[in-house]
Nanobody, 115 residues
């Protein structure tokens, strides 16, 4: 059974930065493309960024130029570096397999952008 453990969220002022981490256990991490997703209050969960097995990345238009996804296969970990954060980035952030999120969702990590 795959387990996902997200961390690194918190409260940050607009314009600030955070680095999220997600450790994936119970699967051959390096064989899978992975994505970061987020769910804001009263909104549907959406894909923020994805990274293929080979390291090809894609981003939602709303975060292009501000967020960077990366992975460390030796640590079974995917990262999301978030810069120039905006209040509209406030959400719970999750990682999962991409393009089909077939793993059981973790608890996520809360990101709150507010002054």
């Amino acid at each position: 059974q795959v387990r996902l453990l997200e961390s690194g969220g918190g409260l940050v002022q607009p314009g600030g930065s955070l680095r999220l981490s997600c450790v994936v256990s119970g699967s051959i991490f390096s064989d899978n493309a992975v994505g970061w997703y987020r769910q804001a209050p009263e909104k549907q969960r959406e894909l923020v960024a994805s990274i293929s097995r080979g390291g090809t990345t894609n981003y939602a238009d709303s975060v292009k130029g501000r967020f960077t996804i990366s992975r460390d296969n030796a640590k079974n970990t995917v990262y999301l570096q978030m810069n120039s954060l905006k209040p509209e980035d406030t959400a719970v952030f999750y990682c999962n397999r991409w393009p089909t999120a077939v793993w059981n969702w973790g608890q996520g990590t809360q990101v709150t952008v507010s002054s």
